[in-house]
């Protein structure tokens, strides 16, 4: 397992049905990233209600995910294209809240799967994109800071697998579209290390 590419954001404008908003969803690839608590240095973020901070800090994608949407949808994909900042090889194919990644001196836990949103569908410009990406099961992941850092495109990545009873990114996906969800799932995802975000959802089911 090593760290294919590393990208980073600029601000742009992008059409977003009747409107232009600005986004630093398209990503670039460079030599290296610093990772930080708070996210990755110079990496644009401009929506923080719903991306960045500390919960979500570094967006992850599979590099044999990647290329299997370059099948699906019969085009060439660049690196950053789903607003990743690393894509990675060969991540294991059940991925849970808690799980952690090294990367030479940066040490990740994964906290989310990626919801797709209107931006996202915009940037892909793909008919039913939010359906389709969703349906895929492929969310790629958000992960928090535990030991800031440098990392390089090359860098071998070790994953350290959380305990088999936090609750996986699919099921996570699964339940943000489920109509009904039995109190003992959202208990089990509330006892798993996820994002405050998703805790959030998650703590609104009990009501």
């Excluded at 990755?40 to 995910?65: C, I, L, R, W």
């Excluded at 194919?93 to 949103?117: H, K, M, Q």
């Amino acid at each position: 397992m090593h760290v294919v590419s590393v990208q980073l954001g600029t601000a742009r404008t992008l059409d977003l049905d009747t409107r232009t908003i600005t986004t630093g969803i398209d990503k670039t690839p460079v030599e290296e990233i610093v990772v930080q608590t708070g996210g990755v240095a110079g990496d644009a973020v401009m929506n923080e209600k719903h991306h960045g901070g500390p919960d979500q800090a570094v967006y992850v994608y599979s590099a044999e995910d990647h290329a299997w949407w370059e099948q699906q949808l019969g085009r060439s994909l660049t690196p950053g294209l789903f607003g990743e900042n690393l894509t990675i090889s060969h991540v294991p194919e059940v991925v849970r809240a808690g799980d952690r990644l090294r990367a030479g001196d940066v040490l990740l836990e994964v906290s989310a799967p990626r919801n797709p949103c209107a931006t996202f569908s915009a940037q892909m410009g793909e008919p039913d994109w939010i359906r389709r990406f969703r349906d895929a099961r492929r969310p790629g992941f958000y992960c928090r800071v535990l030991e800031p850092g440098t990392i390089r495109a090359g860098t071998t990545v070790e994953w350290i697998s959380a305990p088999a009873e936090n609750i996986s990114l699919r099921e996570m996906v699964d339940h943000a579209h489920s109509g009904g969800l039995p109190a003992a799932a959202v208990q089990r995802a509330l006892a798993s290390p996820i994002s405050d975000r998703a805790r959030a959802q998650y703590q609104s089911r009990l009501k």
